[in-house]
């Protein structure tokens, strides 16, 4: 069974600039004083369960190659267009009200597993990438939420 969670490398465990450091031998992204790295920790999550991250679904400005000669996507919307583009659209949910929110609670809980991307609709930019918790074998569906100022995409792994 591929295990994503596992795989994901947490904020706690190593922060964003060693990581780049570990991954890349790029100046692009060595030079950067704070790099984002929430779209590369997924990307080296799926990559290291073996859901490699095929560099030609995007532009090529959009992924960086690491030293290990897999692809890492860059930016948490470019992770957003590559799950779209890879494994599907997205079912949208709109969570604006304590009760939707608490429905949509309760639905993570039972599934228990997936990727969850959320960004300010104020900034209108993705701004950062959490794992929920993938523990099955085959990607599978993504879910949209709505909920104030943020919005989710839950993405499922089922068998």
Do not use: H
Request: charged share 25%.
């Amino acid at each position: 069974m591929y295990n994503i969670v596992k795989n994901y490398p947490r904020y706690e465990t190593i922060n964003s600039k060693d990581l780049v450091k570990k991954l890349f031998n790029s100046r692009r992204l060595l030079d950067l004083p704070a790099p984002n790295t929430c779209a590369i920790r997924v990307s080296e999550a799926l990559n290291k369960a073996g859901f490699i991250i095929d560099g030609t679904i995007l532009p090529k400005n959009e992924y960086e190659k690491g030293k290990n000669d897999k692809w890492y996507v860059l930016t948490a919307m470019g992770m957003k267009r590559y799950l779209e583009k890879k494994y599907g659209g997205l079912a949208r949910y709109s969570v604006n009200t304590p009760e939707l929110y608490r429905r949509f609670r309760q639905y993570i809980d039972v599934l228990g597993s997936g990727i969850v991307i959320y960004y300010s609709q104020i900034l209108k930019a993705l701004q950062d990438m959490l794992i929920y918790g993938l523990k099955k074998n085959l990607l599978e569906r993504i879910i949209y939420i709505i909920n104030g100022l943020k919005k989710f995409i839950f993405f499922q792994a089922l068998n």
